[in-house]
């Protein structure tokens, strides 16, 4: 690839990554404005990786403009590390995220999910206290239980709901339990429950409590973690590829702007 060529290519592709990172700064910084503390967590992830890909897109930009043979080690040295990071990320994720299945019940259009079924770094995650808190405080607030019962007006409807992964963990009990259902968001608990399961006895009808202390929820929330982890592993995959064809474009840009600085 000429001289010519490598730079121009490198010098806009990183002129169009600056925009990206500016939108995902202004992400970032919208999320620090919003009074939700759920999301308020992802603030400085986003800021972060916002800030990491604005930099490098400058110095990318500017080694390519200027021809700077320095400011195109710095910007491969930098880039050489996201594509390691990316590579370690990926393949944890893939680890992490491949345990864990639901289980058909007759009679149900959804699955139900077990905790243990899922990989130990899962269950240490969501066993600790302190982080169940957070996303139990999260899942009360976003209101997905009271909302079933506005989805499913009688007791048809709500049996041949397709519920999410978290709506089957934290919204009801589990169907070993045997509880008798009145509507989408009741169930008659004088019944005796069948099962020696502790969610049994965890489950409220109540709206704060519903089963969010149980172990199906912390499943449920395992499996969306899952599925959220499987979709950015691939991402990364994605990405993995266009950055390494940047890379490659980056070192010609570096090494014919070292050519060029030798023969001046």
Request: charged share 15%; with cysteine; hydrophobic share 45%.
């Given at each position: ?95 992490i995220t ?45 209101d997905d ?7 499913f007006k ?111």
């Open positions: 690839m000429s001289t010519g060529v490598s730079t121009f290519v490198i010098r806009w592709i990183n002129f169009l990554t600056m925009f990206v990172a500016v939108g995902v700064i202004g992400f970032g910084v919208w999320i620090s404005a919003h009074h939700d503390g759920c999301r308020k967590s992802l603030t400085l992830p986003i800021l972060g990786l916002g800030a990491l890909i604005f930099l490098i897109s400058i110095i990318g930009f500017f080694g390519a403009l200027k021809n700077n043979s320095i400011l195109l080690w710095m910007y491969l040295i930098m880039l050489c590390l996201i594509l390691l990071g990316i590579i370690l990320f990926t393949v944890l994720a893939f680890i491949n345990n864990g299945t639901g289980h058909n019940v007759v009679g149900l259009r959804f699955k139900e999910y077990r905790l243990q079924d899922y990989n130990t770094w899962f269950l240490k995650e969501l066993n600790n206290t302190h982080n169940w808190k957070h996303l139990q405080t999260c899942l009360v607030k976003a239980c009271s909302n079933l019962a506005k989805r009688t007791l048809k409807q709500y049996e041949l709901a397709k519920l999410t992964p978290i709506e089957a963990g934290c919204c009801r009990p589990p169907s070993v339990c045997g509880y008798p259902v009145v509507n989408a968001s009741y169930y008659d608990l004088t019944f005796h429950p069948i099962s020696s399961d502790k969610d049994c006895k965890l489950y409220k009808n109540r709206k704060p409590i519903k089963c969010y202390n149980c172990d199906s929820c912390k499943a449920g929330v395992a499996e969306y973690m899952k599925k959220e982890w499987r979709v950015v592993a691939i991402f990364n995959v994605v990405l993995f590829v266009v950055l390494t064809m940047i890379y490659f474009v980056g070192c010609c840009a570096r090494r014919n702007a070292a050519s060029s600085h030798d023969k001046s």
